[in-house]
């Protein structure tokens, strides 16, 4: 379960990568726009770092896992509504941002 869930957030960071012109042309945004997909997980990591070391820390591994893999299954959810909007794509991003580091940091408390 946890490999799956890390192989899924990098799959989620890097899945916009190679169409980021395709994503610029279709929904007609910047060029920052189409890279800020990409971007959101490394803005969204550190500060959401934090509330992730102090969880583990303090509660334990198992609720940051369930918390970062629910947020980055809602986020991926919300990407599939691509046809509607770009701000949807944005929006599951950004989810799947914020479950992201729940999902990183938890290997230093196992060793």
Do not use: H
Request: charged content about 5%.
């Amino acid at each position: 379960f946890f490999s799956t869930s890390i192989t899924a957030s990098g799959l989620g960071m890097m899945g916009f990568s190679p169409i980021a012109t395709i994503i610029q042309d279709l929904y007609d945004v910047s060029d920052f726009q189409g890279q800020l997909l990409m971007m959101v997980f490394v803005i969204f990591y550190i500060p959401c770092m934090f509330p992730a070391n102090y969880l583990i820390e303090n509660k334990g591994i198992l609720i940051p896992i369930y918390i970062a893999s629910i947020t980055m299954l809602v986020g991926a959810w919300i990407r599939m509504l691509a046809n509607v909007n770009y701000y949807f794509i944005l929006a599951g991003q950004i989810l799947m941002a914020i479950g992201q580091p729940f999902m990183l940091t938890a290997p230093a408390k196992l060793a």
